[in-house]
């Protein structure tokens, strides 16, 4: 491994990934540097790609040699366009990804690129030369690496608190399969402040993941993935090649919340993490608990319950995020029409 870089990324996720294709086609060497290899190309939180507006950006970055596109081909379980009875400006092509097949696609790809090399590590600082431009970054642990632009594609991780159960915790994700909470990247945000850059926070969550063998699918609605799901890659449209999962794409499920969930979400409002109510949530992915408050006219809003894989039982009810205890997340759950049984695998939390 070369003791200095052209292009050095911080990250491995979305971003970085993209970041790491890109610098590799423009330099002999690029260093993708990330706080655990076996997470590269790890979905966070909805294990779908696109959706409204998304699916275009999903489109370009294909478009313009990047990655995505092909990832979301190869890991797709479920496809559909979204405002189908709508224009084409405002349809949403959008891809419901088995994981661990995406992140598959991802590490198998990135390992096949020449002059890119991946390390683990944890970027603390980045180093400036005396005229103060970026010379390199400092790992935890001392070692320096030299570097003519370093990318910094950290996501969630920069000064990240986690919040799950009125608590408040250090953390940049919780890793999905294991207990574990993968560190906050606090030194280099650090970094970043001493620079001069205004550092602003912002806060999403994630819905608990449920047990689908414990659904009563019989009392949903299925949705179906589309007949001729066109997916993202042009390569592969061009060709005519189906996307190779096609053939056992996997139903949704759409149910409700009902007037029982929303009064367990209220009446709970006071076990929701201090500070939760201060941070900026985003505006199309709100929390249950900001869509009950936000509208109390109406008796329910619509949840998916969106399996994360092709052969997994685990499924992602989408619209239902709100870092409550994990005893009335479940609760909560089991308001709703075919979740009146429902086991919970693994609670939802928050992320600022
Ligand atoms: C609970 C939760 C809910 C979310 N909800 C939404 C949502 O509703 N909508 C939405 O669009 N997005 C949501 N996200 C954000 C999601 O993370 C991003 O959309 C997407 O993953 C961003 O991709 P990225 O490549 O920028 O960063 P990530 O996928 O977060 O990847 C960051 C990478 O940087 C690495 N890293 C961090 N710090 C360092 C360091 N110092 N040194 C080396 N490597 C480092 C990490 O290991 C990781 O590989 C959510 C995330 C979480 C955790």
Do not use: W
Request: hydrophobic share 30%; aromatic share 6%; charged share 25%.
């Amino acid at each position: 491994m070369p003791p200095s870089y052209p292009v050095i990324i911080i990250g491995g996720g979305h971003a970085g990934t993209e970041a790491a294709l890109a610098a590799s086609r423009l330099s002999p060497h690029t260093l993708l540097v990330t706080l655990r290899a076996g997470t590269v190309g790890e979905l966070s939180c909805n294990p779908s790609i696109g959706g409204v507006g998304k699916g275009h950006m999903v489109r370009e970055i294909d478009a313009l040699g990047g990655g995505m596109g092909r990832f979301a081909d190869e890991a797709c379980c479920h496809f559909k366009t979204l405002n189908l009875g709508k224009g084409q400006a405002v349809r949403g092509p959008r891809g419901q990804m088995d994981r661990d097949l995406y992140k598959g696609a991802v590490q198998a790809h990135l390992s096949g690129v020449g002059g890119l090399d991946v390390l683990e590590g944890e970027v603390d600082d980045v180093v400036l030369d005396a005229g103060g431009r970026c010379k390199g970054v400092r790992l935890r642990g001392g070692l320096e690496i030299g570097a003519g632009a370093v990318v910094v594609t950290t996501g969630t991780f920069l000064g990240g608190v986690l919040m799950c159960g009125g608590e408040r915790y250090a953390g940049g994700r919780h890793l999905r399969d294991s207990e574990e909470v993968e560190p906050p990247s606090n030194g280099l945000s650090e970094t970043l402040r001493e620079f001069g850059f205004e550092l602003g926070r912002l806060k999403t969550g994630t819905p608990p993941r449920i047990d689908g063998r414990t659904i009563d699918y019989g009392k949903c609605k299925v949705q179906a993935s589309e007949e001729d799901p066109k997916g993202f890659g042009h390569v592969r449209q061009f060709r005519g090649d189906p996307m190779p999962h096609q053939g056992s794409f996997v139903d949704c499920h759409q149910t409700r919340t009902t007037e029982e969930t929303h009064k367990v979400c209220l009446d709970n409002e006071g076990s929701l993490p201090g500070g939760y109510e201060d941070g900026v949530g985003p505006r199309y992915c709100p929390s249950i608990h900001n869509k009950v408050k936000r509208f109390p006219d109406r008796e329910g809003h619509n949840t998916f319950l969106e399996p994360e894989g092709l052969t997994t039982p685990i499924v992602y009810p989408n619209g239902l995020s709100g870092p409550y205890p994990p005893a009335v997340q479940l609760e909560m759950l089991r308001t709703m029409p075919g979740l009146e049984n429902v086991e919970m695998i693994r609670p939802g939390y928050d992320v600022e």
